[in-house]
């Protein structure tokens, strides 16, 4: 994730809602990705890093989920880029609801930088009633029969998100439980991104050979695959050819973790160069190249997290066959980008913020 500048000349990171120097108060602009300090005049607020410092207007969530995203002044819609995605969120009168929607919508904020970033299509609900994206974040349900539990899951652009993912002691504890050596929500956002992707741009189109190569064929029933991944575990020799042991469980979840790795790994390199720790680099076709700096990178990020005493935070390896998957996924992306899947990008270069519809719930 890069930084940005205030016009004070401070040093400002995603997700600031204050210059700490000069205490001007800050809105993410999404469909431009960029964080802007504001100008307050007479209660209308303006965008100063952007060209004519347009008017804007707060994200209608900015109180209740501390949202610091922004709409075009003249736009019809409530809500921003990322908030118009959710479709449900928990009863916010029940326990620590409302601490875990922030955190959610806080991880699903940067997943959709991370998707203008690349510039894919974010397609809402409205665009798409059938296969735009949606987020259901729901809590397990007492009822007469029993607990009703929610799993969490990607089905036909509506990713569903168990909110107790949001709460740290429930969710390391799952994570111990099921060994993972990786669990968060930023990786949830991503790995569920994953599976919409695949439906959007790999299921039947001119992908599809190319990934069963890569990634197996995914007409293998997945409930059978599933239930023998949880009752016998993964298979053996899972770390030569996967990115994680779930990966090995069917084709689709390995696109999908596979997914989440170009995500994390192609945001840190960002960050990384914006810190001026890797050169200045341009988009490449050859996403190996990009995996070789990253295994540097990624092996000098956990030596000082070990120097601090911290848990490596990359804790994977790339082997060949996994580096084949990431480069693929790579390609696909730029395919996406460049519009030539049939769903052209929204959001990468819009020219304007007069964008949209009317709001979504
Ligand atoms: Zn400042
Ligand atoms: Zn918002
Ligand atoms: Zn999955």
Same mark, same amino acid.
């Given at each position: !994730?890069?930084?940005?500048?205030?016009?004070?000349?401070?040093?400002?990171?995603? *997700?600031?809602?204050?210059?700490?120097?000069?205490?001007?108060?800050?809105?993410?602009?999404?469909?431009? +990705? @960029?964080?802007?300090? $504001?100008?307050?005049?007479? *209660?209308?607020?303006?965008? $100063?890093? @952007?060209? %004519?410092?347009?008017?804007?207007? +707060?994200?209608?969530?900015?109180?209740?989920?501390?949202?610091?995203?922004?709409?075009? *002044?003249?736009?019809? &819609?409530?809500?921003?880029?990322?908030? +118009?995605?959710?479709?449900?969120?928990? %009863?916010?009168?029940?326990?620590?609801?409302?601490?875990?929607?922030?955190?959610?919508?806080?991880?699903?904020? /940067?997943?959709?930088?991370?998707?203008?970033?690349? #510039?894919?299509?974010?397609?809402?609900?409205h665009r798409d009633p059938e296969r735009g994206l949606t987020f259901d974040f729901l809590a397990d349900q007492e009822t007469p029969d029993g607990v009703r539990r929610?799993?969490?899951?990607?089905?036909?652009?509506?990713?569903?998100?168990?909110?107790?993912?949001? &709460?740290?002691?429930?969710?390391?504890?799952?994570?111990?439980?099921?060994?993972?050596?990786?669990?968060?929500?930023? *990786?949830? !956002?991503?790995?569920?991104?994953?599976?919409?992707?695949?439906?959007? $741009?790999?299921? #039947?189109?001119?992908?599809?050979?190319?990934? +069963?190569?890569?990634? #197996?064929?995914?007409?293998?029933?997945?409930? &059978?695959?599933?239930?023998? /991944?949880?009752?016998?575990?993964?298979?053996? %020799?899972?770390?030569?050819?996967?990115?994680?042991?779930?990966?090995?469980?069917?084709?689709?979840?390995?696109?999908?973790?596979?997914?989440?790795? /170009?995500?994390?790994?192609?945001?840190?390199?960002?960050?990384?160069? %914006?810190?001026?720790?890797?050169?200045?680099?341009?988009?490449?076709?050859?996403?190996?190249?990009?995996?070789?700096?990253?295994?540097?990178?990624?092996?000098?990020?956990?030596? @000082?997290?070990?120097?601090?005493?911290?848990?490596?935070?990359?804790?994977?390896?790339?082997?060949?066959?996994?580096?084949?998957?990431?480069?693929?996924?790579?390609?696909?992306?730029?395919?996406?980008?460049?519009?030539?899947?049939?769903?052209?990008?929204?959001?990468?270069?819009?020219?304007?913020?007069?964008?949209?519809?009317?709001?979504?719930?």
């Amino acid at each position: !994730m890069r930084t940005y500048r205030c016009v004070c000349g401070n040093r400002l990171h995603f *997700g600031n809602t204050r210059c700490l120097a000069c205490r001007r108060s800050l809105g993410f602009v999404p469909e431009w +990705r @960029l964080l802007t300090p $504001l100008e307050d005049d007479t *209660g209308r607020l303006h965008a $100063l890093a @952007l060209p %004519d410092q347009p008017e804007v207007r +707060r994200c209608a969530n900015h109180q209740s989920a501390h949202c610091d995203w922004l709409v075009a *002044g003249a736009s019809s &819609d409530r809500l921003c880029l990322a908030c +118009r995605l959710t479709q449900t969120i928990p %009863d916010l009168s029940v326990g620590n609801n409302r601490l875990y929607w922030r955190r959610l919508e806080s991880a699903k904020r /940067y997943l959709i930088c991370d998707l203008v970033r690349l #510039g894919l299509p974010v397609v809402d609900r409205h665009r798409d009633p059938e296969r735009g994206l949606t987020f259901d974040f729901l809590a397990d349900q007492e009822t007469p029969d029993g607990v009703r539990r929610i799993t969490t899951g990607h089905d036909r652009g509506r990713i569903t998100i168990n909110i107790a993912e949001a &709460d740290d002691v429930h969710r390391e504890r799952v994570r111990i439980t099921l060994g993972e050596a990786y669990r968060t929500l930023l *990786g949830h !956002m991503r790995h569920e991104s994953g599976h919409y992707y695949w439906m959007r $741009l790999v299921d #039947g189109g001119p992908w599809l050979a190319a990934f +069963r190569e890569r990634f #197996g064929d995914e007409r293998r029933r997945y409930a &059978d695959a599933m239930r023998a /991944y949880y009752d016998h575990g993964p298979a053996a %020799d899972w770390r030569a050819r996967h990115i994680s042991a779930y990966a090995s469980a069917h084709p689709w979840e390995d696109w999908a973790e596979s997914w989440a790795h /170009y995500l994390h790994i192609t945001d840190a390199m960002e960050t990384a160069r %914006d810190f001026g720790l890797v050169a200045p680099g341009e988009r490449e076709d050859d996403f190996t190249p990009e995996l070789e700096r990253w295994g540097e990178l990624s092996q000098a990020l956990n030596a @000082l997290s070990r120097s601090v005493g911290v848990a490596d935070p990359y804790p994977f390896v790339i082997t060949p066959p996994v580096a084949e998957k990431l480069h693929l996924v790579h390609q696909i992306v730029e395919d996406a980008a460049s519009g030539s899947l049939g769903s052209p990008s929204n959001n990468r270069f819009s020219p304007s913020l007069q964008a949209s519809r009317s709001a979504t719930k």
